[in-house]
Each structure stands twice: as C-alpha cells, then as structure tokens.
C-alpha cells in the first residue's frame, strides 16, 4: 500500500486538524521564545565588547585571557583566574546576576532569570 | 466477560507492551520523549472494541511495562499513567463525534498523551510554569510528528485487518 | 460549517491566542540590567520597563553618555579635559564643557561647604601614592606638596566656562565627586528615555528613582569593610534617592600592619585614620559622592558635628569597628 492511498484514506477533519496542529506547532516554535523574557544566556564581555552568548544549559568551559569561565547544569562561575583578587572565584556558581573581573575587564552576566525581587539591587 | 473477549484483550495488551518495549529500544535525544507506539494498539482497540477495552489494554500496558522496567509507582509511571488515560478519554470522545478518522484520533491521543503528562509533571512534581512553556514548542512538535506516524501506522494495519477478514470470509 | 470557514476560524483563535498571550507577557514591567567597565569601575545600569527594545536603547544611550563622560574627565587620560586643565596649571585657562564645567564648580562647593576636607585639588597628594605597588611617599614629599593642594585656587570664567589652575604643578582630581555626579545624569537620561524606574550604580555611587516592579523600595546593601567582598552590613531601602560609601577597603595596601588608603586628609596629604567606611544618602548623587569622602576625611567628633548641623542621612563605621547611624536613616537601614 503506498503513502498516498494511505493519505486517501484520512478525512477531511483529519487534514482540517492537521493542518491546525502543524500551525499551532509552528507559532510555538516561534513565539515562545519570544515571549520568554530572554531565555536563559550567559553573556561574556571582555573590554565591553560581546565575545560570547551561551546558553546557560550547556554545559561548556571556555578559557578567556587568564580567566576559565566554566557553564554547568544552569549555572556559570569563574573557575580560575590567574588575576590576585580572586574575587571572581570566589563568587563562585550564580545563575542569575553578573560576575565581574575588574583587573581582566570581564564581565560575565546571565541574561533571561528573572530579578529575585527579595536580593539586594545593588551594593555600596 | 466472556473468555474469548479477555483472550483477546491479553493479544491485544500483549501487542501494546511489545511496542512499548519495541520503542524503549530506539535511542531518543530527550529521555522522556517517545513515540508513542503503542497508542497504535489502544487506537485500533478503539476503533474496534470500543472505550472499556481501550482503557482497560491502556492500564496494563502502563502497569506491566513500568514493572518490566522499574518505573512502577515512580515519576514516569504517574505521567503514563495520567497521560494514557487522558489521551483514551480524548480519543473515545473524538471517536463518538464521527468526523475523523484515525490520523485526526492518532494526533487527539498524542495531544492530550503529552497534555496529560504535562498536568501530571505540574501537579505532582514541579510548579515551574515556565520550564513547561519552554517544553511546550518540543513536545507539540514531536505530538505531531509521532500523532501522523501512529496514524498512518493505524490506517495501514486496519486495511490489512479488513483484507484478512475479507479473505477469511470469502474462503468460508 | 464549512471547512474553509473552520480553518479561518481556527487561525483566527490560535491568532487571538497567540496576542493575548504575548501582550500578557509585554504588559508586565521588567527589569533589564546592563554592566561595563568604565572609569575604572563596574558600573551597572538597571532599569523598569515593559518593553525590552526600550530598555536595550535607554541603556546603551546612558553608557553612551558615560563613554564620553569617562574621555572628558579622565584624571589619567591624556586627551581628557581634565588633563588638559592639569597640563596648563599655572600658565592658562582652559575652556571646557559644560559637564565638565558644572562638575568642577559643585567640586569647589562641597570644598567650601566642608571646610576642604573634600578636596579637588588633592591631586599632587594623591600620585604620590602608589597603592597597586604599595609605595608609599616619604614624608618630606609629602610636605613638599601640601601647598599645592589649595582649590580657593582653582579660578572659573563664567563667561567662556574656562577654568585655571593658578599654580605650577596643581592637579585638579575629580575622583571623589565625578562618579556621583554621573550617577545623577545617567538617572536623568534613563528617566527622559521613560524609564519608569532604576538604579544606575557606578560602583558604589547609586542613584536610585521609582521602585521595583512589585511596588517596593529598592534594596541596597551596604558592604562590609571587613568582611568578603559580598558581606553586607545593612541594607537600604532607596526610593528617589542616591547614596554612597567611601571606605578604606576600596584602594589600599598594609604595610607593618599600618593600612595606607586612597583617601586622603587634604591638610596632612596622609590616609585619614577615623573610620573605615562612610555612607551617605541624599536626594543628589553629587552631593553623596563628595561628602562621603568629605567626611572619611574629618576626624570623628567633627564628621558628627557636620552630620548634625546639616541634617545628613548617614551610617559610618568608625576605625575601631562601632557604628553610628543618624536618626534619620534609621526607618530605611536594615541592619545585617
């Protein structure tokens, strides 16, 4: 039997709810990313200038210039500097704010989580 | 219940837990995600025997296929469990109103499969409204993708079941 | 029905759907935050806004401005117009901008107001410290300059906003002031860029309009001096106001237990001894950043005076670790 006698075979509410279905699909694959505020991207900037926009879900480690930038299970940290702060390893995992390295102007923000409305805005 | 009518419920069961074991062999990207295989049994079931025999091939295949793979009681076995008995329920009631045909049921039972699930994954284990619409676009897609297959698979097998009585008939 | 008609009908739902769904999502205010490195600092700009394409835009014209406003002032750019007064100290004025202009002149007022404890023309006293290589001056370098630390002598025109330096080797040092300031202006474009709500932080110069999304106040901490970099000892509720902390752990070096740091007493060109970190919150972002400082630099008992005379909100942690809260800051500080 060939695809098209089987094709033969479907009605029209078959093929109305098919076609429907595919529609409905499609506007998701589109439209949900959409209209997620940002989905989940670690930005990497060095010297304010974009160097990478990755998805928090991937697990990734990328050297930058002295600095191990590690991406694991939804969350990014500063794995090595060779910088003698060492305050961006210390900062350790986040998944949501920034992690900055002064000395190495670098700059490493997870975009997409939305702001925990109980955390602190900012510092002085 | 007559015998001939349980002998026939336990072919069938035994069809749908063999396509359920039959899938679990094909290595899907995404744990969680099949393709459904057996709703081409519980369909066909339908179609034929009508609702109590769907649901009744649909409970055992989830019972004894979470047992043949230790899932029974644990977090897949409640979104099958939710997930069979919702795609049956809509299946059954696309059925009574008689303007589809077994592809337009196939995508139903996908539909509500996946919904199903989805509801059970929100009640019972994460209230994280958001990672299931980041799901959504996936499981719609592969509900789709996998609702035409089983579909076409149910009109295929339903000729042949025709041809073979047909023949049965006229050799009689 | 017809089936075309229930295909139309169908797209038409879905359609409908799809914009409600999406203007749900849009109606609500956002936060969007945006962090670069600037005058040598991490400076952080969030804003409130239903429309990301609105923040984006808002934001990236603040940094814009804050690009320009960072080349203007640089103490250490040497195409900066702060240079350029710096380089003809002592031989002619300099016409500058009117950032620039404003900047210097709210620099020498908070230095009257404070009696020079704030200082612009700290400049000769600070390059003699060295706090990345932990130099640090000897003392008769240090005299040496003192007198070059007078800002009675740095003279505006009004006319063509020129300034001068009167005196060879006087170095004008904008330091102190010039991050509050642009945590003011910042603010002001975001707000004309319809930004309903913000923060703009240029480290520890925040100021901060509007409230969160949920209605409440924003939350900001006040870092510990001693403790690791995210220890806080408090936080503040900010609503419409600015606030910044001068404190002792933000450039220093210790030498034999001695700890040298980047703010100094004008008179003595030497780190001032009193507290650890000074806060201070006001409706102007200028006035916070010249008086934390200002007031670092103050011994104790003065630095209160001063605090109560002009009815100041602040929170200081004195040298020996107690602290002092003025009653006015009390309902927005949540101790730690």
Known sequence: ?124 | MQQREKYRLALLAACAIAMYGFERLIPTPIPWLRFGFANIITLITLTLYGFNAALTITLIRILIGSMLTGTFLGPPFVMSLVGGVFSVAAMWAAFRIRVFGPLGLSLIGAFFHNLGQLLAVYAVFIQNLRSILILAPVILFIGTLTGVLNGLAVIFTMEHLKKMSDNVQNTQ | MKPKLLTAAAIVFVLALIFILKNQLNSTPHVYKKSEILMDTVITLTVVTNSEKNADEAIEAAFNYLRGFERMLSFFNAGSEVSAINKNAGVGPVKVSSDTYELTKKAVENAKWTSGSFNPAIGPAMVLWDFKNKKRPTDSEIKKVLPLLDYTHIVFNDNDSSIMLKDKGMLLDLGGIAKGYAADKTAEILKRAGMQAGIASMAGDISAWGTRPDGSPWRVGIRAPRGAPDDLVGVLSLKDLAVSTAGDYERFFIEDGVRYHHILVPATGYPARDFQSVTIVNPKGVVTDALDTGLFAMDREKALMFVEKNNLMVHFIFADGSTFTSPNLKGLLENR
């Open chain 1, 1 to 124: 039997m060939r695809i098209a006698e089987l094709i033969n075979r479907t009605t029209l509410f078959d093929r109305i709810l098919l076609v429907f279905m595919v529609f409905v699909t499609g506007a998701a694959i589109v439209l949900v990313p959409l209209c997620l505020p940002r989905g989940g991207q670690v930005r990497i900037e060095v010297d304010n200038k974009l160097l990478y926009k990755l998805p928090i879900n991937e697990d990734k480690t990328i050297p930058i210039g002295g600095l191990v930038v590690e991406i694991r299970a939804g969350k990014v940290r500063v794995a090595d500097s060779d910088c003698p702060g060492q305050i961006c390893v210390k900062q350790g995992w986040i998944d949501s704010g920034a992690i900055i390295c002064l000395p190495k102007r670098v700059v490493i923000t997870v975009e997409g989580t939305a702001a925990v409305p109980k955390g602190i805005d900012a510092t002085t």
